[in-house]
């Protein structure tokens, strides 16, 4: 799965690439797509990839998630 991930004030876009169909996001070391931003939580989302698209399941967030389809 190759996802874009949007810039932020603190720091660029980029394109990542995940070698499985599920990917966590977020601060934590152990995420796959590691985000620096500090409204974004340790865990923040879980990224499934199935044959109609990827989904996502925002985890204990107090800043929520947003995605784009592009």
Known sequence: MTLRVESTA???ER???VDRRFALVGRDADSDIR???PAAGGRHAYLHLDP???YAVALVTRAGSRL???
């Open 10 to 12: 603190h720091e660029p």
């Open 15 to 17: 394109v990542v690439r």
């Open 35 to 37: 985000i620096a931003d």
């Open 52 to 54: 109609r698209g990827v």
């Open 68 to 70: 784009s389809p592009t």
